[in-house]
């Protein structure tokens, strides 16, 4: 048998075959570039209707990328008809099912991720700018992508979170309304007047300027402390945390020092030792003059 000129004969139809398919390569090609042009402009004149709109920023994000798929998938089937002209719309379509089985399989976490960020971009609540709190993670959302949410830590450093974690975790925003809620224990001596205390108590955090005095002052007397009755203080301030860590500062400040005008006392705790027997004590340095 003539293994050699049966390997030249198939050589030779292969070579023809890609002469022929050349032309057919070079369309397709073509119609690829033609799509990477088109998605373009395409998602510019998107960006610019839409930024007329007071859209969602996580929403034209989305937008985006849905116009650019659609596009692009229009453009691959073109190309792919052009090099096969026996493929039809249908036998793609059987061939994507039977391949997204596998696919589905074998990149599952990027599915899922891309699901959810498709739904996180969706629901109204977590808009990029929020600082959230979730499964340990604390931060200000910078972008939301198809896959991964960025969150900017408050000291700094960037956090790249898989969007499955963020939608099947509970989320909490601090910034999802202007302003929010803190709280303070603050203790007083056993033998104040708590109406007295508690009354400059109030006036002290409402002359605060960073609290929202007209959603009111709270000042609950919470429990008898081992030295002390204490306060529960609770107020409105802005919401993101620098305003909160300011407004926690000035209401502490002055509330220490209305107590101190007040000479109402801030105990700290007292500890008594008991012992079961007398415990001697040695009088020392005396400083009595001894008589010749």
């Known amino acids: 048998m003539n293994y050699i000129g049966t390997l030249r004969g198939q050589l030779e139809e292969m070579g023809k075959g890609l002469v022929e398919t050349l032309p057919a390569l070079g369309i397709a090609l073509l119609i690829l570039f033609a799509t990477w042009i088109v998605a373009r402009f395409a998602v510019r004149i998107s960006d610019m209707l839409v930024g007329r709109t007071e859209m969602r920023a996580s929403l034209k994000s989305l937008l985006d990328t849905l116009v650019r798929l659609a596009i692009w998938i229009f453009g691959l089937f073109a190309a792919a008809v052009v090099v096969l002209p026996d493929l039809t719309f249908a036998s793609m379509l059987a061939g994507l099912g039977i391949g997204a089985v596998a696919i589905g399989f074998a990149f599952q976490d990027i599915f899922e991720n891309f699901l959810a960020g498709v739904l996180i971009m969706v629901r109204e ?3 990029i700018g929020d600082v959230i709190e979730c499964q340990g993670i604390a931060g200000k959302v ?8 960025h969150i900017r830590k408050q000291s700094g450093e960037l956090l790249v979170v898989p969007n499955s974690v963020l939608f099947k975790n509970p989320v909490e925003i601090l910034t999802d ?3 929010r809620r803190y709280q303070i224990a603050v203790g007083v001596s056993y033998d104040t ?3 007295h205390a508690a009354d400059i108590i109030r006036r002290a955090v409402e002359g605060v ?21 204490d306060f529960l ?5 802005g919401s993101s945390p620098r305003a909160g860590w ?7 400040r002055a509330i220490k020092a209305g107590l101190d005008e007040s000479h109402i006392e801030i105990p700290f ?3 008594t030792h008991t012992f079961k027997e007398t415990v001697p004590v040695s009088q020392l340095g005396d400083t009595r003059k001894k008589t010749p």
């Open 193 to 195: 007047n708590l109406d």
């Open 142 to 149: 910078e972008h939301i992508c198809m896959r991964e949410t």
């Open 269 to 271: 705790p007292h500890i």
């Open 177 to 179: 309304e202007d302003f």
């Open 125 to 127: 609540k977590m808009r």
């Open 233 to 237: 203080v609770r107020w409105w301030a």
């Open 209 to 229: 300027e960073d609290v929202l005095a007209s959603k009111g002052v709270d000042i609950f007397a919470q429990e008898f402390n081992s030295s002390s009755v």
């Open 246 to 252: 300011e407004s926690r500062d000035k209401v502490i």
